[in-house]
Each structure stands twice: as C-alpha cells, then as structure tokens.
C-alpha cells in the first residue's frame, strides 16, 4: 500500500471504511437513479394528462363555438359574436398548450391544420362572409374530425409516455441488478484483502515468538503491516538477540563447568575402579561393597553430568543427525551393561527380550534415549524389583519398552514428566538425585527421529516408557 497507517487500529478502520465504500456508492447510485426515473415518470404523466384534457376541452368548446355560430347567423346578434370571441380565445390558449407538448410530427400537422381552419371560420364570422347553414355545418365537421384526430393522437401519445416509462424503469431495473451482482464480490474482495493485510503481521508476529519458544534464535525477527506491529517486530528482534547471547553464555558456561567437574570426577572414578580391581591390595566384602557403591554414584554423577550438557545443546541439535544403519538389540545390551552396577548393588533384576532390528538412526542420540530411560527405571525401582526391556517390530516402526515396578506416574503428570526439571510427585531414592532432564532430552531426541514417546501405566504397576520410531528417516 503507498500509505502504511502507523497502527493496527486505523488499518481495521481504514478497512471498514473502504469496504463499506461500494455498498454506500451503490445506495447512492440507486437513490439518484431511482429519483431521475421518478422525475422522468411524473413529467410524463403529466404531459400525457395536459394531451388528453386539452384535447377534451378542444371538444367542447368546438362544440359551443358550432352552436354559437349558427345561432348567429340566424339571429345575427352582436352579443353571440361575441360569446364566439370568448370561446375563440380559450380555443387558442388550449391549442398553444397541446404546441408545448412533445408532439409527433403527424400530431403537430393536425394541431395546426386545426388552427389554421378554426383561426378562417373567426376571421369569416367577424368579417360576415359565412355563407349557408350548410357550408357552416361542413366546416365544423372538419373541425369536429380534426379534434377527434387530435384525440386519438393524444392518446397515442399516452401510450408512447408510457412504453418509455416501462423502458426507463426495466433500465434501472437492470443496472440495480447490475450493482447488486457486481458489489459483493468486490466487497469480498476488499475485505479479503484487508483480512490479509491485518492477519499477515499478526501471523508474523506469532511465528516469530513460536521461533523464539523453540529457541530458534539464528533467524532475524521481520513484522510488516502498521506502524505500531513494525515496533513489536524490532522489540521481539532485541530479544531474539539478547536471548542468543544467553544460550551462548550458558553453552559456555556448561563447557566451562563441565570440564572443571569431570576433572575430579575422572580422578574418584578412576580410584574406585583401582579398588574394585585389587590393584592396591585385596578388599573384604565391605571395602568391595564400598568400592562397589562409589563406583556406581561416579558412574550417576557422571551420567547427571552429561544430562546437563545434551540439555544445553539437544534443543540447538535436534535436527542434527548423524545417520547410520544401526543393531538395536547389541546397543541395548551394551547400555543395560552399563548399569550392572547399580543394579547388582540396589538387588534389581533385569529382564530383555530384544529383537535384532536394524534401522537408520543417529546412534549417539538412540544410546540416549535407552540409556535415560533404563536410567530413569533404575531410579524408581524398589530393591529387588524387576526391570524389564524388550523391542519388537510393528510394520515401518520399531518399539522400545523400559518397564519397572516403581510407584508409577499419576494420570495428571503423564505428560508433564517430559519438561524439563520437572521431578513429579513421587522421588527416586539413593545418594544422587535426578536432574529432571532425562527424559526432556530422551523426548528431544525421539521428536528429532520423527518418533514418539509416551509414558503407560505398568501391567503390574509401575510405569512403562514406550518408544516408537520409523526404521528409515526421510
């Protein structure tokens, strides 16, 4: 548009306004066009009567002017000549009339072949050179037949008015129907338009904070439209860009914190394995248990470590995959050996049943996803509780499910237990606590697979994590 109103409020009215524009000019248009057909429709009413009435009265006064007349020339009184002036008068007054008038060309011959014979009878009475009775009754014949015509012709005339009525009202008819079929799609049009014009920024505006939800943060925030939406597009851009600079700010600070504290706890780990392998001298069954245990919480504060960090960069990565054809069921084992363990020293038993599928997958993020979720089970366990693992093929999908007997997850937390930090009602027990990340990042990665994950009651109580996922990626 060449003029860009500076806020959404005069845009909406300015909408208003124009689309509302053909509706008023079309009301306009039809007040004024029906008032001229009006007008057209009254001067033609009126001629017709002044045709009709004045050839009426044409009638009637030949007919006192042939009486008169003939009572003249047989009593030749000065008093009738003069009552046949008076008539004579009034005749040329209506004849004047019936000249004004719209005539045809037929009509206006016998207008004045009429006066023309009525105007030599005059000048013949006032003159005495009218002769018989007889000559005086043939000339007002002609008069009478002249009149009769004029008539007729007057009434023709009404007819005429009245077709040409008929014509300008089917004239109007059409053009208002006209009007009526042509304005509404413009004004859907119109209003198509100005609903565009209206939407786009607001949409604009909406996908931009979607994009800053997500934490998409690399794409600069653009809003058109008003004055007023271009404003809250620069403001939600400092955002974006202050917000850029905090996700920068924590990734480094994660790789700072994460460097200082797996130093040390390499240096723990280390010494615990040194332990549980009698490097430094034989152990009693205590000194193993002991070893035993700081190994295992090495291995968990190891392991809370690394949630941190694939927080910090799952949301940036989640499309980042490095795809590979992949055995699910040798990377499962290889996860569920990894937690031996803390099973051995909580009493847990772990049950599998693995087909060997082989899909495309990142196998990274998948060893994850497993690895939190057997985590995650390993946690709500009670001792000496069983934990089960077992995949099967379903057509193009192959399905993970961790099940354990723990407490289980309410009905209202189901969907909650994916945000992140969320911890839920119930706590795992043991020296280290969870971070309520694990399955935050085990979601991110399954959604970055084009999966999904749900969390099902237990069949005997519990909860049971399933994962679906496509064996190809697109």
């Not at 690394?306 to 992949?326: I, K, P, Q, Y």
Request: negative net charge.
């Amino acid at each position: 548009m060449a003029y860009q109103p500076k806020s959404l409020r005069k845009l909406i009215l300015y909408g208003f306004g124009i689309v509302s524009l053909p509706l008023l000019l079309a009301l306009a248009y039809a007040v004024v066009h029906m008032d001229r057909v009006a007008q057209k429709s009254q001067h033609a009413v009126y001629q017709a009567v002044q045709a009709t009435t004045s050839s009426h009265q044409l009638l009637d006064r030949l007919t006192d002017m042939e009486r008169t007349a003939r009572q003249f020339l047989i009593l030749e009184d000065e008093a009738l000549l003069e009552d046949y002036a008076e008539t004579h008068v009034e005749t040329a007054e209506i004849l004047r009339r019936l000249q004004r008038l719209p005539l045809e060309d037929g009509h206006r011959q016998q207008l004045n072949s009429f006066s023309v014979t009525e105007l030599e009878l005059y000048q013949q009475l006032q003159d005495g050179e009218v002769g018989s009775q007889e000559d005086l009754v043939q000339t007002f014949q002609n008069l009478n037949l002249l009149a009769r015509r004029l008539l007729a012709s007057s009434n023709r005339l009404v007819d005429r008015e009245a077709d040409a009525m008929r014509e300008t009202a089917a004239d109007a008819r059409r053009m208002l129907l006209l009007t009526a079929a042509t304005l509404p799609p413009l004004t859907v049009l119109l209003a198509i338009l100005f609903a565009v014009l209206i939407t786009r920024p607001v949409k604009q505006l909406d996908q931009a904070i979607h994009q800053l939800g997500d934490g998409r943060f690399g794409h600069e925030v653009a809003v058109g439209g008003p004055q007023d939406l271009q404003d809250l597009g620069r403001r939600l851009d400092w955002m974006r860009l202050r917000l850029k600079d905090l996700e920068e700010q924590k990734s480094r600070f994660l790789q700072h914190m994460s460097h200082e504290l797996k130093t040390p706890l390499t240096a723990i780990r280390e010494g615990a394995e040194l332990l549980q392998d009698k490097v430094v001298g034989p152990l009693n069954a205590e000194q193993q248990e002991v070893a035993l245990i700081l190994q295992s919480n090495t291995l968990a504060l190891q392991r809370l470590i690394e949630d941190m960090l694939n927080f910090g960069t799952s949301r940036g990565e989640r499309r980042s995959l490095h795809l590979a054809h992949v055995q699910l069921a040798p990377l499962i084992d290889a996860v569920c050996r990894n937690h031996k363990p803390v099973m051995i020293n909580r009493s847990l038993h772990l049950q599998t049943d693995l087909r060997d599928v082989r899909l495309e997958a990142d196998e990274e993020k998948l060893r994850t996803i497993v690895d939190n979720l057997l985590s995650n089970a390993v946690k709500f366990s009670p001792s000496e509780g069983v934990i089960r693992v077992l995949t099967e093929r379903h057509g193009n999908t192959v399905v993970i499910e961790v099940s354990d007997q723990g407490p289980g997850i309410p009905d209202s937390e189901r969907e909650s237990v994916f945000g992140a930090f969320f911890q839920g009602s119930h706590r795992a027990s043991g020296y280290v606590k969870g971070s309520g990340l694990g399955l935050s990042i085990a979601k991110e990665y399954v959604d970055a697979h084009d999966g999904s994950i749900e969390a099902l009651p237990g069949e005997g109580g519990g909860t049971r994590m399933r994962v679906i996922l496509p064996l190809g990626q697109a």
